[in-house]
């Protein structure tokens, strides 16, 4: 498999996720739904952010996660989303380009020293950045829930596109 045959799935997952961003309410940043948790705002710029992992997940043999990675957070919903934006266009660009050869290719991402994870990079790019992102988004959706704000629907309408919960039969 090639990189441009997981286009359609990454299109849809990440034209969900930017739906789910621009519901953000700006003026709830700081709100969390407990103490252990990511901010709203934490939460966005996380979500906003993996997307910027296929370059490494495509050109590198290993990420260590030792080494310093520099946090983007934007500082507005405006920001965030010209910033998930333009992490998207680079990403799919790398992976419509990625031949099979690349795509099976082993990666391995190491963590306190030590190889935490080694598989196929089509493998990681299913798991580690699409599904990452859609485990970040079901979350901000519950955080959306939980502030009042009308959840999008991803895989059909939410109970709020459709005026309230499933009728039950």
């Known amino acids: 498999m090639d990189g441009a045959?997981?286009?359609?799935?990454?299109?849809?997952?990440?034209?969900?996720?930017?739906?789910?961003?621009?519901?953000?309410?700006?003026?709830?940043?700081?709100?969390?739904?407990?103490?252990?948790?990511?901010?709203?705002?934490?939460?966005?710029?996380?979500?906003?952010?993996?997307?910027?992992?296929?370059?490494?997940?495509?050109?590198?043999?290993?990420?260590?996660?030792?080494?310093?990675?520099?946090?983007?957070?934007?500082?507005?919903?405006?920001?965030?989303?010209?910033?998930?934006d333009a992490g998207v266009k680079q990403a799919r660009a790398k992976l419509e380009g990625a031949s099979a050869a690349t795509m099976q290719e082993m990666w391995s991402m190491k963590y306190g020293g030590e190889i935490a994870m080694t598989m196929p990079k089509v493998a990681v790019v299913r798991s580690f950045i699409m599904n990452h992102n859609i485990h970040h988004r079901a979350q901000l959706g519950v955080y959306l829930r939980m502030l009042g704000v009308p959840v999008p629907g991803h895989y059909g309408p939410s109970a709020d596109e459709q005026g309230g919960p499933p009728k039950a039969d």
């Open 5 to 84: 045959m997981m286009i359609p799935e990454f299109d849809h997952e990440f034209t969900q996720t930017r739906t789910a961003l621009e519901r953000i309410p700006e003026d709830k940043f700081d709100w969390k739904p407990h103490d252990k948790s990511y901010s709203l705002h934490e939460l966005g710029a996380h979500l906003a952010e993996i997307c910027y992992w296929m370059e490494p997940t495509l050109d590198l043999e290993l990420l260590d996660l030792d080494e310093p990675w520099e946090r983007t957070v934007p500082e507005t919903k405006e920001a965030l989303l010209d910033y998930f």
